[in-house]
């Protein structure tokens, strides 16, 4: 189950994964047949890929992912950047915990009252970007940072 708040909806929306709608297995076109064996002819390209450089980048969507075999349940927020067409995902955020910066994923844990963990990687980033809910950070403009990998990453610091 994904549930997800964008700029455009102005509403939540719950997605389920059930088959309503959906093409059982061994309904494939002739299309999709070609487009998998097009897929194994396809060599090595010669084009370096584009590390994105941090910057300012606006929140136009969040979602709630179940990730892994446990389900456990993360945050990722849909991104423009200034100088990419299209939109980017980024789930965590780089801050200071324990006198260092360190860069976590936005998961959404819970404490016993059913509320963001204090201290959690998510409770310090919604607490950067003046937000007490999840929803309200879809309009706002955060900053970015890379963490240790290269990757974008939410500044929280």
Request: glycine share 8%.
């Given at each position: 189950?994904?549930?997800?708040?964008?700029?455009?909806?102005?509403?939540?929306?719950?997605?389920?994964?059930?088959?309503?709608?959906?093409?059982?297995?061994?309904?494939?076109?002739?299309?999709?047949?070609?487009?998998?064996?097009?897929?194994?002819?396809?060599?090595?390209?010669?084009?370096?890929?584009?590390?994105?450089?941090?910057?300012?980048?606006?929140?136009k969507a969040v979602e709630i992912q179940?990730?892994?075999?446990?389900?456990?349940?993360?945050?990722?927020?849909?991104?423009?950047?200034?100088?990419?067409?299209?939109?980017?995902?980024?789930?965590?955020?780089?801050?200071?915990?324990?006198?260092?910066?360190?860069?976590?994923?936005?998961?959404?844990?819970?404490?016993?009252?059913?509320?963001?963990?204090?201290?959690?990687?998510?409770?310090?980033?919604?607490?950067?970007?003046?937000?007490?809910?999840?929803?309200?950070?879809?309009?706002?403009?955060?900053?970015?940072?890379?963490?240790?990998?290269?990757?974008?990453?939410?500044?929280?610091?």
């Amino acid at each position: 189950m994904t549930i997800s708040y964008n700029e455009t909806q102005k509403h939540r929306s719950l997605l389920t994964d059930g088959n309503w709608g959906k093409k059982q297995q061994g309904d494939e076109t002739k299309m999709e047949k070609d487009e998998k064996l097009n897929e194994m002819d396809i060599g090595v390209g010669t084009k370096e890929s584009i590390a994105l450089q941090p910057g300012i980048v606006e929140i136009k969507a969040v979602e709630i992912q179940e990730v892994g075999d446990k389900k456990n349940k993360k945050l990722s927020c849909t991104c423009k950047h200034p100088v990419k067409e299209e939109t980017i995902n980024i789930s965590s955020v780089k801050f200071e915990n324990k006198g260092k910066l360190e860069s976590l994923g936005l998961w959404l844990n819970l404490d016993e009252d059913k509320k963001i963990r204090k201290g959690s990687a998510l409770a310090v980033f919604l607490m950067t970007t003046n937000c007490a809910k999840i929803f309200e950070l879809v309009g706002k403009s955060v900053n970015t940072t890379t963490d240790e990998k290269g990757y974008l990453t939410f500044k929280g610091y």
